[in-house]
């Protein structure tokens, strides 16, 4: 893996289908919280398919400074975590590093039951606050203080309690679960996200000794134990990385199959794909992508089972080549839409209305100079490369490395013209 470098850039020269076999990694989003949830148990836990990715590292970092003992091994894609005494006061840097942080909040107040978290950083794609998590803490019995630049929540007695949130929020479900688990009594978390990596969160939970009802559903119920103990566990197929190749694989004229899959995780992309054209085939635990005459299609990200907002830039690429107008709407992040003046500057004829975008179709696009905005408008933007005339720049790729393991390494195998440069080159 390469190691986090801002100034780096990816060099991308349009042209060559994408043809081959790619292997998925772990999902980066079931990942990170699996790493955070070994604070609950008071035994050995092993993690297998662990991507390759930056912000892995920066999480064992995390939890080492938690007082979790750590053996990561990123050649093998296993992580080994012990947290026999785990302490309350996180690393602010470590913290501030990766959103994903803000996922040992849970599990610390229900071992320990005090925890203290600098604000976490991450990605900047809208308001992404804490209140539904600390909302829910505090009807579990926590009191949460504000420091300023720290939250800390304590709690002397940590108890079950009927939560209901505003939104389906990924984070705020992951925490109140890790939370209650370890609990006195019952929890109930109605409309609770219901995300695949929320689902292997869960399961590996139960494994280790909890007991959750209604995983997958809307409402989850937890009843809380006295401990948690080890557990060996398969981190799930990261179902972003898959929709990016295959809409990759789509857009370039490619045949590509995607292996360690999950195909009912994609459900509605797939529906969308094969709606604007490609050929999809599932086996078992593959997916083989091949490029047809694409068409226009209108897009909705939702949270899960909706479309994934992660995957909307790379589908927005997509459907610049698409015959007719298609509409993406966005209902997830409010900033996503920022990448749009990327594209746009390779000549993508894309228009703004509120949270809707018009993608008119098909344009070719032309090479350009890209900003790498996040970690999925950073591979969007070398997927757009992968299309256009002439050479694109795609900068401050360290985004993309939070997200997806052996990028180049992956691309070039599949056929792509693509080379990670320094800044000054």
């Given amino acids: 893996m390469h190691t986090t470098a801002g100034g780096d850039a990816f060099r991308v020269r349009g042209g060559n289908p994408l043809r081959g076999t790619v292997t998925l990694s772990g999902a980066k989003n ?39 003992e750590v053996s990561l091994d990123l050649e093998a ?104 688990v370890l609990a006195d009594g019952t929890t109930i978390i109605d409309n609770a996200a219901r995300e695949p990596e929320i689902q ?17 559903g809307p409402t989850l119920e937890i009843e809380g134990v006295d401990r948690l103990g080890g557990v060996a566990w398969e981190t799930c197929p990261d179902r972003i990385e898959a929709g990016t190749y295959a ?27 094969r709606a604007a054209g490609v050929v999809v085939e599932e086996g078992g635990s593959s997916l083989r ?32 080549q698409a015959n007719g107008t298609s509409r993406c709407t966005e209902n997830v992040f409010e900033s996503r839409f920022s990448f749009v003046d990327q594209l746009a500057r390779m000549g993508a004829d894309v228009a703004i209305d509120g949270h809707h975008a018009l993608i008119r179709g098909p344009v070719p696009l032309h090479g350009a100079t890209l900003e790498g905005l996040d970690v999925r408008a950073g591979a969007a933007g070398a997927m757009a490369g992968l299309i256009a005339t002439g ?19 992956r691309l070039t195998a599949l056929g792509a013209d693509i080379e990670r440069i320094p800044a000054d080159a």
């Fill in 30 to 68: 079931s990942a990170l919280k699996l790493m955070a949830a070994s604070l609950l148990s008071d035994g050995p836990v092993e993690l297998r398919h662990i991507p390759a990715i930056a912000d892995v590292p920066v999480m064992a970092e995390l939890l080492g400074g938690l007082g979790v």
């Fill in 77 to 180: 894609n296993v992580c080994r975590l012990e947290a026999r005494e785990p302490t309350h006061h996180a690393p602010p840097d470590a913290v501030r590093r990766i959103r994903a942080s803000i996922s040992c909040l849970g599990p610390l107040v229900g071992r320990v039951r005090r925890a203290r978290l600098a604000l976490p950083g991450g990605d900047r794609i809208g308001a992404r606050g804490i209140d539904l998590h600390l909302q829910g803490l505090e009807a579990m019995g926590a009191q949460v203080i504000d420091h300023g630049d720290e939250v800390e929540v304590i709690a002397h007695e940590l108890h079950g309690a009927m939560i209901t949130l505003d939104f389906p929020s990924v984070g705020a479900t992951e925490n109140l679960v890790m939370a209650a």
């Fill in 200 to 216: 292997d969160l869960c399961r590996m939970l139960v494994a280790m000794g909890g007991r959750i009802g209604g995983i997958g």
């Fill in 247 to 273: 809409m990759m694989a789509a857009v370039t004229g490619g045949d590509v199959v995607i292996e360690r899959v999950r195909p009912t995780d994609l459900k509605l992309p797939l529906i969308k794909l």
């Fill in 289 to 320: 992508i091949k490029a047809g005459d694409l068409d226009a299609v209108d897009v909705v990200t939702l949270p899960y089972p909706g479309f994934p907002t992660d995957l909307q830039p790379q589908m927005m690429v997509m459907l610049t």
């Fill in 391 to 409: 050479e694109t720049i795609v900068r401050d790729v360290h985004h993309v490395d939070r997200g997806y393991a052996g990028f180049v390494s």
